[in-house]
Nanobody
């Protein structure tokens, strides 16, 4: 069994910060390319950020560059997303996901193209302006 369990969502004012955590358990802990998707109401899911365990290479969507930071603790099989300078347009359900870097050629491409192995149940982030 594989599981990705998110925590840390909530409601903040614009300009505020939140930190999301994702604990990988079972067979999910073996995936090398982990990251985050988000889905806003009425919109498709989009790849937000990813990190590759072998070399800690990171990827960010242009909409979050400079504001969000992804990190990974391999010993704890946990991925974090530090979100600063939050905007109303960041409001969405955020999903921790394991991406298929083999299908995408690399982790960044897999995140951008949303090539997924599995994903969690999601956590709501609401930013009020």
């Amino acid at each position: 069994q594989e599981e990705l369990a998110e925590s840390g969502g909530g409601s903040v004012q614009a300009g505020g910060s939140l930190r999301l955590s994702c604990a990988a358990s079972g067979s999910a802990s073996r995936y090398k390319c982990l990251g985050w998707l988000r889905q806003a109401p009425g919109k498709d899911r989009e790849g937000v950020a990813g990190i590759y365990s072998a070399d800690s290479t990171t990827y960010y969507d242009d909409s979050v560059k400079g504001r969000f930071t992804i990190s990974r603790d391999n010993a704890k099989n946990t991925v974090y997303l530090q979100m600063n300078g939050l905007k109303a347009e960041d409001t969405a359900v955020y999903y921790c996901a394991a991406f298929d870097e083999t299908a995408g050629g690399n982790c960044a491409t897999a995140v951008r193209a949303r090539l997924l192995h599995t994903w969690g149940q999601g956590t709501q982030v609401t930013v009020s302006s």
